[in-house]
Every structure is written in structure tokens, then in C-alpha cells.
């Protein structure tokens, strides 16, 4: 397929996605109401008193409510429903909620990371345990005030009440509140009387966001701060020889041309190095200037010679390893039941098939960049990360500092999908200001993201499976991955447990390229092959592709392996949500359906992808989404997160490409780099199943069964299967 086709594809979606659009953040505003002359002004919370309750938070004396938010917000929303749960069982008015960002404080705040989709799931019962205590102590203070006991007393929406009727607002009894002993074993609100929770709540930042308010990274500013671009190596595997500052130096606005690289070096022989520091030993030279355009400029027009510190591998030398892998025998094996070898031995039918993926990228909208305030004293950071108590430990052992001198800030992020759990960025922009004692602000440009990076590692599965009388009977599964391989836990996903034969074998290719966690490791592409396979499987076997699955899990619903990481019954219930509201199986002529499902970071998520074709290429029209991830926070947030895991498992299934010739990647911007676009998004529809369970992950989750719901939609229309990715490649191979 060309790229002119390409582009009639997305000129074929225009007045589809426009009528999509028409539906915008826009249409519920409301001129005439905003105006009428009755409308009360909005209190300013600047110019109220507030008093400090706890670390989470403080309340006015006009009652209302400050709450810091602990974890950083990369778009997921957790700045939003986490403030949420706190006031929930705090019982104030949302309306007089205001949420602040709170910085690094490993004192009173716990699991400050934003990774793995797990912030919400891991403080869920602490949040609520917060606010829960809060409010009781708020009540006893009134009471001791009353002279009546606390058990007569009751608060709702920030106002307390006794028996007799009289009234304190929490303001009135804050600075008493503050003084008394924290109460043990306070009682829960049960969840059938939630009034915050559950409830459509706007992004408390939207305001800002859509206004251009300074809320991310780059947008941090600070007195007497400089700004500094970082010239790397342009290949992986080669080192800095020697440079020419000349010309950078002539650059109006640059101030000095340094190099750094030697803490870093002294640091990772230490011992003391973790998995967010991924750092070459190189030295970097770095331009400092006044402004971002003199920083860069000065980058551009440096002179240096570099030299091979080790192999410039390609991309062609990546497959042939992988599939070397694959035809070997040296693996670590992660889970075995059963006889595999008997399975295949004994089967009427054996099938097997390999899964590729490339290479990718982040992406990230915000490049990377972060403040650092170095000075004899303290240490002052300041930027977007995820990883911020990690990224305070590594620049204390660098620096040779006192971590409890070091003060880190955290903004909201423009993206991160995993690249800024690792804080390089924060490091060298510290090495930096520690070199020139002044403050500095580290900035990337995109072309610094995309070719120098932490990317999605190239991966190859090997599935095979053996079929006897009607019945799967053996699936063995062979993961060839660089530079690592799939956490423990994957291995008893899906289909663990459900076939009496199985074996999960993994071994890694050592590279030098960088690579690290991108949005749901591994299963962002292991789902696809699984899901495409099992597709193949019914095929086979010429049973429904959803009764497959279903009957296979009928195997797993009363396991007693403990090892067994999802929820039989769960997934079944997903998947029969998103069955009857897809009308699997009815659709109208034209409209093909692929159907995926899979779980991860504790969720399980079902999705029916809906195409048709169009000049003989697949037009994704719709894709139903069924999840259950326990209790909803917040519907709002949730569904966009559902939304936007599945647009982004869809793009880059079947656009995204990328590739290394001898060290350097093929692609540096976008305008190479190929991404979905808007008049390709299809319609998501969410669907949530209704429970009482603490919630689980969702950043993630909806991003791995994409891939598979849309190539199973390809093979219906088509008959072709997709086993590489991205689609678009293995689409072309037709037109040619």
C-alpha cells in the first residue's frame, strides 16, 4: 500500500470523524445562562483563611476545602478521582473542593509512582481511610465543643449537627479538629451512599488546560533560570571523541558550552544504579543559554566527532537474532502444566504461528525536560516524572547529597506511557546545575525524544497449539524480547489454567539500544498475537471465536491455583457485556467485527471492533469496549482512559514503525513517524460492568486487546491474518 492511499484513507474518514467531533467540549456551554444578572460570583479561595489539617488537607474558615493530590498526573486523572475519594468519605461538597498537586513528601505520602496503572488501586482504601478520619475528627471536636458525645452527632456536606439540631460548619472546628489524637478504626461510608464517587467529575485542570495556564514542565519558569540542550551521541553504540564550540559560542543568547557524563559514569560503577537510570557512559556536551531558541540553535551548530564504543546494530541483525532465539533452546521457563511435549505428540492437529513487533517510540506530546536548582545548601527539581522518589534518591547518590535536603516538585506531564518512570532527564539536568551552580532548565527537543529514547522493545512470540478431538488441548508459548522479558505475572494471564498443557519460555536479546516499559508492557503486543491466535484456533476448530473463549474458561472459574492472576468469572461476564451490546454477529451488510479480550494490571477488558472496507483497505467504524475494573471513581475520567488506551493500541498497530540502521533510528520526527490521525479515530463506546469491588487498574488496560479486535476484523473481511505489526505493512504486501 502507498502512502497516497494512506492519505485518500484519511480524506475517506473526514465527514465521518467531523460528525464525530460536532460532539466536542464545547456544546454545553451556555452564553445565556452564564449572563443573567442573578448569578452568584465564584468565592476566590485565594483570599481565604486556610488552616492545615493533615498532609492531604486544609479547610477554610468559611468551610472550604483544600485536598493535595500525592501522586503525578500524566492525563490519567488521578489529580482528579484520587481527591475525590478523600472528600467522598470527608463528606464536603465537591463544588468547594479545590486540589492542588502535591510535591515529594515520602513522610506522609506513600506510592508516589505513576506506573502500572496501580495509583488509584493501591491508595484506594488508604484515601478513603483519610478522609473517613478526618471527618471523625472534625465530629469529635465538635461534640467536645457541645459537651455531648460524638455518637449523637452526624456531618454531611461539611456541615456537623447534634441532636438538638445545632450546627458547626467544618470550619468552625478545624483548628480544634487539628489538635485531637487520630481516631483508629473509623468507620466506611458503604458504597450505596457515595455522592462523589460515581459521579461525572470535570478534570480539575481543564480549565487551565484549555486556556494554556501553565501547568506542565515546560511551562516551569523560576528567577535567574538558564536553559540547557544536550548533544548525544546521534547512534547507539558510539561515545563522544572530541568537540567544537566555536560556532555554538557565536550564538546570540548562549552563555557556555560544557560536558557532563563524569558523575553519571562514577555513579553507575558504584553499585548503586536502579532501572530508571538509563544513562550511556558517554560524555554529553551541553549548551547553556538564556532562552530555549539559543539553546537549541547552539546545539545544532556544534561540531563533534564520534567514536564506536560498541556494535551498530540494525534492525535486519535484530530479526535474525530474535529468530534464533525462537529456533533455540535456551529459555526461562515461567510456567509450566502438564505434559506440552505428550500434547503435541498425541495431537490430531498442531498449529503454530510467529508474532512480530518493531520498535517504538513514546511519543509523548511534552518532550522531555526538567528544572534542577543545584546549591551547597538544597537541591530544588522541579518537572514532569513518575517516578519522583526514585528520581530524588538517584540525584542524591550522584550528587553525593542529603536526600532530605532535596525538594522536588512535581507538574502535570504531557504524556509519559512509561518514558518518564525513567528520569535521565532529571538527572543530567542536575549534573548540569551542579557544574554551573546556577538554576537551569533541562529541554528536549522531539527529534532528542525520538532518537535517543527509551523504547518499546522489539518482541517476537512463537504460539503454538495442539488440537484432539474438538478440544485444545496444548499451547506453548516462546517470547523472544530485547533486552528482557515479560514480568511474572504475565505468564498466568489468560489462557493459564484453561488448558490442562501449557508452557511459557522466554529469553532476551542483550542490545545496546535503550529500552524500557511503554504503555502496558509486553501485553500491548503479546495481546495481539494471543487474541489473534486464539481467532485462528476457533477457525480451526470452526466454533465461534467468543464460545471459544468462553468455554475455556469455564475451566479456570474454580481454580484453586493461586498463582492464576485474573478472574474467570469476571473475564466471562466482560466478555458476555460486550457480546450483546457490539450485537455480535448482526451487524449490517458491509460491517465486519473482530473481537479481542484480555486482562491486565488487574482489570479485565473485552473489545468488538467494527470495520469495513473501503478501495480494498479496512476503515475501523466502532469499537465496544466492555470492563470491569471494580468500583468507577470517576466515569468521566474512566471512559477516557478506556478511550484513549484503545485509539493509542489501534494507531500504532496499524501505523506505527520503527527501525535502527547501524545505531541510528529511521525516523527522528513525525513528520516521518507515522501516527493515527483524527479523521482516522473510529467511535469508542464504554461499557462498564457494575460492581462493588475496589477498583483496579485503567490507564493501561484498554490499550492490549485493540490490536487483536481490529486484525480479527481484518481477517473477516479480508480472510487475511495479520502477523506482524504495524497492519499497514502486512496490508501493502497485497497491493504490490
Not at 493530590?69 to 470527608?90: D, Y
Not at 519522583?388 to 540525584?395: F, I, Q, R, S
Not at 508452557?503 to 542483550?510: I, P
Not at 484503545?646 to 541510528?664: K, N, P, R
Request: glycine fraction near 8%.
Amino acid at each position: 500500500m502507498t502512502s497516497t492511499k494512506t492519505d485518500n484513507f484519511s480524506r475517506r474518514n473526514f465527514l465521518k470523524t467531523s460528525l464525530l467531533a460536532s460532539g466536542g467540549l464545547l456544546i454545553g456551554f451556555n452564553l445565556v445562562a452564564a449572563c443573567k444578572p442573578n448569578a452568584i460570583m465564584p468565592t476566590d479561595i485565594n483570599k481565604l483563611n486556610f488552616n492545615d489539617f493533615n498532609a492531604f488537607i486544609k479547610i477554610s474558615d468559611d468551610g472550604y476545602v483544600t485536598i493535595f493530590s500525592p501522586n503525578p498526573e500524566i492525563g490519567q486523572g488521578v489529580k482528579t478521582s484520587m481527591p475525590m475519594i478523600i472528600a467522598e468519605e470527608l463528606d464536603v461538597e465537591w463544588a468547594k473542593v479545590t486540589v492542588v498537586q502535591g510535591a515529594l513528601d515520602t513522610k506522609n505520602f506513600k506510592n508516589q509512582i505513576a506506573g502500572g496503572s496501580q495509583s488509584i488501586r493501591s491508595s484506594w482504601n488508604a484515601l478513603r481511610q483519610t478522609g473517613a478520619t478526618s471527618k471523625q475528627m472534625l465530629v469529635n471536636a465538635a461534640a467536645i465543643k457541645w459537651n455531648v458525645d460524638a455518637t449523637t452527632c452526624k456531618a454531611s456536606k461539611g456541615i456537623i449537627t447534634n441532636a438538638h439540631g445545632d450546627t458547626f460548619g467544618y470550619g468552625d472546628v478545624v483548628k480544634e479538629a487539628a489538635l485531637l489524637e487520630v481516631p483508629e478504626n473509623v468507620k466506611l461510608k458503604e458504597i450505596k451512599d457515595f455522592t462523589i464517587i460515581g459521579q461525572e467529575i470535570v478534570n480539575v485542570d481543564i480549565d487551565k488546560i484549555i486556556t494554556g495556564k501553565p501547568l506542565f514542565g515546560l511551562d516551569y519558569k523560576a528567577t535567574d533560570m538558564l536553559y540547557a540542550a544536550v548533544l548525544r551521541p546521534p547512534a547507539f553504540g558510539q561515545m563522544l571523541e572530541s568537540f567544537n564550540a566555536e560556532e555554538a559560542k557565536k550564538v546570540n543568547g548562549v552563555i557556555d558550552v560544557i560536558t557532563i557524563g563524569e558523575k553519571a559514569r562514577k555513579y553507575a560503577a558504584s553499585g548503586k544504579k536502579n532501572w530508571t537510570f538509563p544513562i550511556s557512559e558517554t560524555d554529553k556536551v551541553v549548551v547553556i543559554a538564556e532562552n530555549t531558541w539559543a539553546a537549541i540553535k547552539g546545539k545544532k551548530v556544534l561540531a563533534a566527532k564520534w567514536k564506536m564504543a560498541s556494535k551498530l546494530e540494525s534492525t535486519d541483525d535484530h530479526h535474525k537474532a530474535l529468530i534464533a532465539i525462537l529456533d533455540g533452546k535456551k529459555f526461562n521457563t515461567r510456567r509450566e502444566d502438564g505434559n506440552i511435549e505428550e500434547a503435541f505428540a498425541n495431537a490430531d492437529k498442531v498449529i503454530e504461528k510467529t508474532y512480530h513487533s518493531p520498535f517504538l517510540p513514546h511519543n509523548c506530546l511534552e518532550p522531555m525536560n526538567f528544572y534542577a536548582d543545584v546549591t551547597s545548601e538544597r537541591i530544588h527539581l522541579a518537572g514532569p516524572v513518575q517516578t519522583p522518589e526514585y528520581a530524588a534518591n538517584v540525584v542524591a547518590d550522584l550528587l553525593d547529597f542529603d536526600v532530605k535536603k532535596i525538594t522536588l516538585e512535581m507538574t502535570r506531564m504531557g504524556g509519559g506511557f512509561g518514558r518518564r518512570l525513567y528520569g535521565d532527564f532529571v538527572y543530567e539536568a542536575a549534573e548540569i546545575s551542579n557544574a554551573i551552580q546556577k538554576p537551569i532548565k533541562l529541554i528536549s527537543t522531539r527529534e532528542d525524544d525520538m532518537t535517543m529514547g527509551v523504547y518499546r522493545p522489539s518482541i517476537k512470540y512463537r504460539i503454538k497449539a495442539s488440537i484432539k478431538d474438538g478440544k485444545v488441548t496444548g499451547y506453548y508459548l516462546k517470547e523472544a524480547s530485547m533486552n528482557g522479558n515479560m514480568y511474572g505475572l504475565i505468564s498466568n494471564f489468560f489462557p493459564a489454567g484453561c488448558i490442562p498443557n501449557f508452557k511459557v519460555d522466554t529469553a532476551s536479546y542483550n542490545s545496546n539500544i535503550t529500552t524500557g516499559a511503554w504503555r502496558a508492557p509486553y501485553t500491548n503486543f503479546l495481546a495481539f498475537a494471543e487474541q489473534s491466535f486464539f481467532d485462528e484456533l476457533a477457525s480451526e476448530l470452526n466454533v465461534d471465536t467468543i464460545q471459544l473463549r468462553l468455554d475455556l474458561l469455564q475451566n479456570v472459574k474454580n481454580t484453586t491455583d493461586k498463582k492464576i492472576e485474573y478472574s474467570g468469572q469476571r473475564m466471562e461476564d466482560t466478555i458476555k457485556l460486550v457480546r450483546d451490546k457490539a450485537n455480535w454477529g448482526n451487524t449490517e451488510k458491509g460491517v465486519f467485527q473482530g473481537f479481542s479480550a484480555y486482562y491486565s494490571h488487574n482489570t479485565h477488558v473485552a473489545e468488538i471492533a467494527d470495520i469495513v472496507i473501503e478501495d480494498g483497505f479496512p476503515i475501523i467504524k466502532k469499537v465496544t469496549v466492555a470492563v470491569d475494573c471494580g468500583v468507577v471513581v470517576n466515569p468521566t475520567g474512566a471512559r477516557n482512559q478506556v478511550e484513549g488506551g484503545v485509539l493509542d493500541g489501534i494507531g500504532h498497530a496499524m501505523f506505527a514503525d520503527f527501525s535502527f540502521d547501524e545505531g541510528t533510528p529511521d525516523s527522528k520526527n513525525f513528520d516521518t513517524y507515522r501516527l493515527i490521525r483524527m479523521l482516522e479515530t473510529p467511535k469508542v463506546e464504554v461499557h462498564f460492568i457494575e460492581n462493588n469491588l475496589s477498583p483496579t487498574g485503567l490507564g493501561e488496560p484498554g490499550l492490549p486487546p485493540a490490536g487483536g479486535a481490529v486484525a480479527n476484523a481484518i481477517h473477516a473481511a479480508l480472510g487475511k491474518r495479520m502477523y506482524s505489526q504495524p497492519f499497514v505493512k502486512e496490508l501493502e504486501k497485497e497491493t504490490e
